[in-house]
C-alpha cells in the first residue's frame, strides 16, 4: 500500500474483523472506513456512524442505502465531553478512529471513551495523518506524532498490538483493552 493514498478496504485487510462484530466509528465524517467495516461485518454485525454534524450522519445514512447495508446506524455525538458517545459500557468489539483525534484538544477523553465503550479484548484502530509529506492533509501543526499517540493509548489501558500499513500520508495502529 505504501505509496498509495488511505485506502480502507487495504486497511481492514490487515486487521482480524469478524463477522458479526459490533463497531463504533467515532467521528465517522462521510463513512470513509464506516461502510467498509460495515459490509465486512455482515447483517449479524452493527456499525454505529458518530459524529457531531447532522448533515454527514445523513451523507452516511444515504450511502449505506445506496451500497445495501441494512447494519449501519447514525447518532449525533460530542465525544470531547465525559462519554460522549452515548454508548453503554464495554458493549463493542472495534473503536474506529481515522483521523478523529487531530480536530480535537482532548485527545484523552475520546481515547477514554474508546476504553469504556470497548468490551475486555475490544480493539480500536487509530489512523491519523503522518509527519512525512505535508503536501495534502492538515498543516504540520495539527498532526499527532505517532509516539505521542502511542504513548497516550498505553496511558488510557490500552495495550498495543500492532502497527498498520495506512499508505504514505498516513500511519495506524491497533491497541487493546
Not at 458493549?91 to 487531530?102: E, P, Q, R, S, Y
Request: charged letters at 30%; aromatic letters at 8%; hydrophobic letters at 40%.
Amino acid at each position: 500500500m505504501g505509496t498509495q493514498f488511505l485506502n480502507p478496504e487495504q486497511i481492514i485487510n490487515q486487521l482480524d474483523v469478524k463477522k458479526g462484530s459490533l463497531v463504533a466509528d467515532f467521528g465517522c465524517a462521510s463513512g470513509y472506513f464506516s461502510l467498509p467495516f460495515a459490509a465486512v461485518i455482515g447483517k449479524e454485525g452493527k456499525m454505529m456512524a458518530l459524529d457531531i454534524l447532522p448533515h454527514v450522519l445523513e451523507t452516511v445514512e444515504s450511502r449505506a442505502k445506496a451500497s445495501g447495508l441494512s447494519n449501519v446506524q447514525t447518532k449525533r455525538v460530542n465525544l470531547e465531553k465525559e462519554e460522549g458517545s452515548g454508548l453503554e459500557k464495554e458493549c463493542l468489539d472495534w473503536v474506529i478512529m481515522k483521523g478523529v483525534l487531530f480536530q480535537n484538544k482532548d485527545k484523552a477523553i475520546i481515547l477514554k471513551e474508546a476504553h469504556r465503550v470497548l468490551k475486555k479484548g475490544g480493539k480500536v484502530i487509530v489512523v491519523e495523518w503522518g509527519d512525512k509529506d505535508f503536501s495534502i492533509g492538515p498543516h504540520q501543526s495539527l498532526r499527532i506524532p505517532k509516539e505521542f499517540l502511542l504513548e497516550l493509548a498505553k496511558k488510557e489501558g490500552f495495550s498495543i498490538e500492532k502497527e498498520v500499513d495506512a499508505g504514505k500520508f498516513h500511519y495506524a495502529f491497533v491497541a487493546v483493552k
